[in-house]
């Protein structure tokens, strides 16, 4: 599988697989640390979000509703807005799609009203685009929810209606100390516990609206649905790591030899998995100095041809990705693959490097994309996004390798991070 006369250092190799592991561990137990910080700190406030997202803005109990509307940027705006914007959509409320594409041309549907509700979401609190659209929105007279890492900062000073604070790094030193291998740069945790917490806040408006639960209930749910996610997450890696150590480790270093020689990484994934998985670790490896050359398949404005020695990976729980790795592999371009499934699963026998990651039970059916074009979707947290969940700690913890081969450091990744931004 690594066919390249460019030299691999074994010793720094298997430092990579180091980082890797411990990457992957430190991740879940930060994340959840900083949830069960959040669900004891922030309760009121999730509470309120629920009653007011229930109560106010769902046409059908308070028509005709508001409309929900996000400012966020980069990884965060695939990991939370996005993927938090998809599931209110799925339950019947009026959303503001978000999109790179709307931030930078700013069509007729990125006008923001007086009645709208806009989540806003920043890490740092200094994202400009995510600042600038809060106060606009503040001026208006919007209600403003955010969801930052940091309490004083340009975007809590927009008089936000709600500051929901999401800590990145509760207990540190103490949770990292086992694992001083693991490498999560920039935003990286306020992202992936952000993707967890509204996932999980969706599962809870879900039991609120279709179920008929209360608030406080409804609030129970979705703190167990974060934990059963995350102590999943680690099982799931676990079953990952002894099913696929080998093309887990060849996978790293064909990463390695694809960014000295310049060779395109094309990357696939659809709906969250596209949201949670792929699109931020395309974006992590941009990010590097002297980054990668990438493509996004099937996506017109990212896409580029496929060609011979080149790297595609695709990521798809149940393995629905046949006609895509089948069209890769005759291109004679490398295919790595992430599914639940290996038994009778045409996907699988396709992958040049095919790597097992439990958390997809249940297969999609041949006429799923006609289903979600009738409305149907897939299940809320946990069960119906913890083969993303179970991704997303999986490329993060390939990048840590990859950062820990290359000798990028924290400060080297800066430069390419979505706050460098033009005035």
């Given amino acids: 599988m690594i066919n390249s006369k460019i030299p691999i250092k074994r010793t720094a190799l298997d430092e990579a697989f180091d980082s890797f592991d411990a990457t992957w561990k430190y991740?879940?137990?930060?994340?959840?640390?900083?949830?069960?910080?959040i669900f004891i700190h922030e309760r009121e406030n999730l509470i309120e979000i629920l009653r007011f997202l229930v109560e106010e803005c769902h046409p059908k109990i308070n028509?005709?509703?508001?409309?929900?509307?996000?400012?966020?940027?980069?990884?965060?705006?695939?990991m939370g807005a996005k993927t938090f914007a998809h599931r209110l959509s799925q339950l019947g409320f009026s959303v503001d799609y978000p999109h790179p594409e709307k931030e930078i041309c700013g069509p007729p549907s990125s006008i923001v009203s007086k009645d709208d509700v806009i989540f806003a979401i920043s890490s740092s609190g200094r994202t400009k685009s995510v600042v600038n659209k809060s106060a606009f929105a503040h001026k208006l007279g919007c209600k403003i929810i955010a969801g930052t890492a940091t309490s004083n900062?340009?975007?809590?000073?927009?008089?936000?209606?709600?500051?929901?604070?999401t800590p990145d790094k509760i207990n540190e030193v103490q949770i990292k100390s086992p694992y001083p291998q693991a490498f999560t740069p920039l935003g990286t945790l306020f992202e992936f516990t952000?993707?967890?917490?509204?996932?999980?806040?969706?599962?809870g408006l879900h039991e609120c609206i279709d179920n008929g639960l209360g608030f406080e209930k409804s609030y129970e749910i979705m703190k167990q649905s974060c934990t059963s996610l995350t102590n999943t997450a680690l099982k799931d890696l676990k079953t990952c790591l002894s099913h696929s150590k080998d093309n887990i480790h060849n996978f790293i270093t064909n990463l390695i030899l694809k960014y000295f020689s310049e060779h395109t990484v094309h990357l696939y994934g659809r709906g969250k998995i596209f949201n949670i998985q792929i699109a931020p670790f395309e974006m992590r490896l941009r990010q590097m100095p002297h980054g990668y050359i990438t493509s996004i398949l099937n996506y017109a404005p990212k896409n580029r041809p496929v060609k011979r020695g080149q790297l595609a990976i695709l990521s798809s729980g149940s393995g629905s990705l046949t006609l895509t790795a089948g069209v890769v592999?005759?291109?004679?371009?490398?295919?790595?693959?992430?599914?639940?499934?290996k038994t009778d699963n045409p996907f699988w026998d396709l992958l040049d490097l095919p790597i097992f990651l439990p958390g997809r039970s249940v297969r999609a059916p041949p006429d799923w994309e006609r289903q979600q074009w009738e409305g149907k979707h897939a299940d809320f947290a946990p069960e119906g996004i913890q083969f993303e969940i179970n991704g997303s700690v999986f490329f993060e913890s390939i990048f840590a390798a990859l950062c820990?081969?290359?000798?990028?450091?924290?400060?080297?990744?800066?430069?390419?991070?979505?706050?460098k931004q033009l005035e």
């Fill in 194 to 203: 952000n993707a967890v917490l509204w996932e999980c806040v969706s599962r």
């Fill in 27 to 37: 991740l879940l137990n930060q994340a959840q640390a900083n949830l069960d910080h």
């Fill in 329 to 341: 592999r005759d291109c004679d371009a490398m295919v790595v693959g992430l599914t639940a499934h």
């Fill in 63 to 78: 028509p005709p509703g508001r409309i929900i509307d996000f400012a966020a940027a980069g990884r965060s705006l695939y």
């Fill in 404 to 419: 820990t081969y290359l000798g990028f450091t924290e400060n080297d990744l800066r430069e390419g991070h979505a706050n």
């Fill in 153 to 165: 900062s340009e975007l809590t000073e927009t008089s936000p209606d709600i500051i929901l604070k």
